[in-house]
């Protein structure tokens, strides 16, 4: 076979899988049929109405159409863990730096007391240069270049979804870098590369709009579609977790200002509100003047950043402790009554809260610093018990009586949030018929699925609360992102929402599409050569057919030495 016709028909079978797994690559969203869910429930009705949003025109999408839309649609990321420096082996050992000892020893600029011993020390240096420098460099370039395809690889994830599946509000849910251990200027690295690579485009949340818990609150933007309000599809609402700032007891006044710094307050609050149009519905709204009576409020989404690195004890800053919980009473003290409608507290942390092991991945566990250390809280898989309650009985209000305000039922809500890259999704509830005593029952903790297969949302005397733990969006994890939608029911005057995941996969695919992509390229280029010197009546395949005899012959006739040599040693051993 000519060369021409091998790169040919080579070219056959690589440009269809090379074009193959880049369209499925960069359409990955389209091809699970991935979609922000809508109240109808219909997966493909939601993927027909994202559809719409990408024609050329989009004078296609109807009224109707925009109206079946979330006006609540949240982009969720969990735990990107960018990595650095840090983790390249010539970045902290420096480049060969066996070769530059046996210099010093072999140049007289280090002692030894013969020079049996500065040949021996020379000797061992050299042997480590083979066994330790060169694999180092080679670790070092693999690292870097794998930091490079990571930064894409998750960029690749983001940019994809986000114009997709067109978000409202989009959320990194803690752990943005490596490690917390990481002096000022590798952290700037970092933050660098998170904002101008892997999540280009996106911006902080202002902080001026980054309140703390407010009375007179201002609105920080309106569900209703408009183009103002666009800007809150690109601003990333950053949680801090331990990679970021430490735990408890790690957690220190500099590394919280350096983080909010780069990525935007550790702890705000935010409300959305969504203008009530209709007039039947706008005559039933609480008003202080003429409808008193009315337990209906604006229909409204309040966004609940909380830092939840320092709720446990023993806390390295006490009072960096004591802004994290007069932000919690904060949000307590200004959150509307428990009978009230209309308002759904949407909290977003890190940490996850309080669950026995088998629920998820994760068991409970704690780890603390020695004495010598301080003695502070050196690592948690999850909140304590009793940080947990300051969410289920504190923000949301729930109870364990039934005689509580509200039947003990609380504000609706939901929490979302990282650490355990495995992911959960996970329910709360207290059985309020358990025991003859409040104080007696315990808050229990069940799988969604579980918890739907038993009944428990909304069944009576027993409040709950759902947690949605992100899976992970690192490669390890399959490249995962989660998509929450929230529409308001008007007839029961409540928020409703729903939830659904898009995974690409791991990072090794992303690798070997473009892995593959360059192969065709340099094939296609060769080719491109070759046909260019047939044209110009070289002869290629006399020049090709040479070569590889040559090489045979090579490889041939050492293969032949090798076993005439081990001939001979055989004879000897007979004589």
């Given at each position: ?6 790169l040919?028909?080579?070219l ?10 880049t369209?499925?690559?960069y ?42 839309l ?41 002692r ?106 201002t ?26 700032i ?39 709204v ?9 337990s ?46 209309g ?16 629920v ?27 940080a ?95 998509l ?48 260019v ?23 041939w ?18 004589k």
């Open positions: 076979m000519s060369v021409v016709a091998f040919r028909h080579g056959r079978l690589l440009v269809p899988l090379a074009v193959a797994i369209v499925y690559l359409i990955y969203p389209i091809a699970q049929g991935c979609a922000f869910p809508i109240e109808s429930g219909s997966s493909q009705d939601a993927f027909d109405l994202t559809k719409k949003l990408h024609w050329l025109s989009t004078s296609s999408i109807t009224e109707q159409d925009r109206a079946k979330a006006p609540f649609r949240l982009l969720t990321f969990g735990d990107p863990q960018l990595e650095g420096d840090t983790s390249i082996p010539t970045n902290y050992l420096g480049t060969f730096p066996h070769l530059k000892q046996a210099f010093r020893h072999a140049t007289f600029q280090t030894h007391s013969s020079l049996r011993e500065r040949t021996r020390k020379v000797t061992h240096e050299l042997v480590d240069v083979v066994f330790e420098d060169i694999y180092y460099l080679l670790e070092s370039c693999r690292k870097r270049l794998d930091h490079l395809g990571n930064d894409f690889y998750l960029a690749h994830i983001y940019r994809t979804l986000h114009w997709w599946s067109r978000p409202t509000h989009v959320t990194v849910l803690g752990d943005l870098v490596g490690s917390q251990w990481i002096d000022d200027a590798e952290f700037e690295k970092r933050s660098n590369r998170f904002w101008n690579r892997t999540f280009k485009g996106g911006v902080r949340v202002p902080d001026e709009l980054a309140q703390k818990p407010l009375e007179g609150y609105v920080a933007g309106y569900l209703d579609g408009s183009k103002e309000e666009e800007i809150w599809a690109k601003r990333l609402l950053n949680v801090a977790g331990n990679h970021d430490g735990y408890a007891g790690d957690l220190t006044e500099a590394r919280l200002e350096r983080f909010e710094k780069a990525f935007g307050k550790a702890s705000y609050d935010l409300h959305f509100q969504l203008p009530v149009t209709d007039p039947d519905h706008k005559a039933t609480f008003d202080p003047s003429t409808n008193t009576d009315s209906h409020q604006i229909p409204e989404i309040r966004v609940v950043v909380i830092n939840d690195m320092n709720l446990d004890t023993p806390a390295n800053s006490s009072a960096l402790q004591d802004e994290t919980y007069d932000f919690i009473n904060g949000v307590i003290s200004t959150s509307s009554d428990v009978e009230s409608k308002t759904f507290t949407l909290i977003l942390t890190h940490i996850p809260m309080y669950k026995p092991a088998g998820c991945v994760d068991p409970p566990f704690f780890d603390f610093h020695s004495k010598q250390e301080g003695g502070g809280l050196k690592e948690q898989n999850q909140l304590s018990k009793d947990s309650k300051g969410f289920l009985e504190g923000i949301w209000g729930m109870a364990a009586r039934k005689g509580a305000p509200n039947k003990g039922y609380g504000r609706p809500g939901l929490m979302l949030n990282g650490h355990d890259h495995a992911g959960c999704d996970t329910y709360h509830f207290i059985n309020q018929t358990n025991g003859t005593s409040a104080s007696a029952r315990q808050w229990e903790v069940v799988r969604w699925r579980e918890a739907q297969d038993m009944q428990l949302p909304g069944k009576e005397f027993f409040p709950g609360r759902r947690e949605i733990t992100v899976r992970s969006m690192m490669g390890d994890f399959g490249g995962n992102a989660g929450l939608s929230m529409w308001f029911d008007f007839e029961a005057w409540e928020w409703q929402y729903e939830w659904t995941q898009c995974p690409l996969g791991t990072q090794h695919f992303w690798w070997f599409v473009h892995i593959v992509d360059f192969i065709v390229l340099i094939w296609i280029g060769v080719y491109g050569v070759v046909k010197l047939v044209g110009n009546g070289v002869d290629v395949d006399a020049a090709f057919y040479r070569g590889v005899k040559c090489a045979w012959n090579r490889i006739s050492k293969k032949a030495r090798a076993e005439e040599k081990e001939m001979n040693g055989k004879t000897t051993v007979r």
